[in-house]
């Protein structure tokens, strides 16, 4: 079993302090969702798990497995069984997700002869249509495409922890349905960790979480079972007070 640690961690962005001391625990085959009104800071949690460098840490740690991830390249942080879904994917016009898996299973030192039939087999899985593998990534996708492909990488790489913003933005009911349904089962079949960013009880509804988490202001307010994500559904985020539990 693998353990991603965050401890006590502090992170500003053009010198103002937007995570306050943000402590959170996931182990493999666990589902944490963390929810949180606009501007509390979540992809900015994202970003800082995964270095990006407009992001500066000024307290705390970030462990897998006790190996210190804050300070390592974007890259390592991959290597070492990270992934990012990103809530505004980039795209990478010529470069097909097949050429992406590709590039990432070297870097790991994978075998990469099988990956024609890797992605073609999660392509089936997730409903991405041919077209979409030929075209260069993200290329003139829609939103449910975009996030579909994206978790296609996530499948084919099955990394050890997966952080997913706002997988569930922009997408159809149908698209939610198979996107959340193929990482609930990558929860088992490889025991992803997840940290899964969402503002909607809907995308818990087939990825189960065990833990639910509220993000006010960078801080993380409170922590319950998925019964939380129900009641903000209910009440807002209004009735809950933003000082540290
Ligand atoms: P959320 O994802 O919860 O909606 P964000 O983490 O995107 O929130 O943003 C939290 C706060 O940090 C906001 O006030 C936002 O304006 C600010 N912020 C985030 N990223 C940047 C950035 N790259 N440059 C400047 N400000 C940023
Ligand atoms: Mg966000």
Redesign the pocket.
């Known amino acids: 079993m693998s353990t991603l640690a965050i401890k006590n961690l502090h992170a500003s962005?053009?010198g103002?302090e937007?995570l306050r001391g943000i402590d959170l625990e996931i182990n493999s085959g666990e589902v944490h969702a963390l929810m949180?009104?606009?501007?509390?800071?979540?992809?900015?949690?994202s970003?800082v798990l995964m270095g990006r460098s407009?992001?500066e840490v000024t307290q705390g740690s970030v462990t897998l497995d006790g190996v210190e991830l804050l300070g390592l390249p974007t890259w390592r942080r991959a290597e070492l069984g990270l992934f990012l879904v990103m809530?505004y994917p980039v795209e990478v016009p010529g470069v097909t997700v097949g050429d992406l898996v590709t590039a990432a299973l070297k870097v790991r030192g994978v075998a990469t002869n099988g990956v024609g039939d890797l992605v073609a087999a999660e392509a089936g899985r997730l409903g991405v249509r041919d077209e979409f593998l030929r075209r260069g990534v993200n290329n003139e996708f829609s939103g449910g495409e975009k996030k579909r492909v994206e978790t296609l990488q996530l499948a084919a790489l099955a990394p050890r922890f997966a952080v997913l913003?706002e997988i569930d933005s922009g997408l159809d009911v149908d698209a939610l349905r198979d996107v959340a349904r193929r990482v609930e089962e990558m929860t088992s079949e490889s025991d992803l960790g997840v940290l899964a960013?969402t503002h909607y009880d809907r995308l818990l509804g087939e990825l189960h979480p065990d833990w639910v988490h509220i993000?006010l202001n960078g801080h993380i307010v409170r922590t319950g079972g998925p019964e939380l994500a129900q009641e903000l559904e209910r009440t807002g985020y209004e009735g809950i007070n933003d000082s540290p539990k």
Request: proline letters at 5%; zero cysteines.
């Open positions: 962005v053009d103002a937007i949180g009104p606009n501007g509390s800071g979540k992809s900015t949690l970003h407009d992001y809530q913003d960013i993000l």
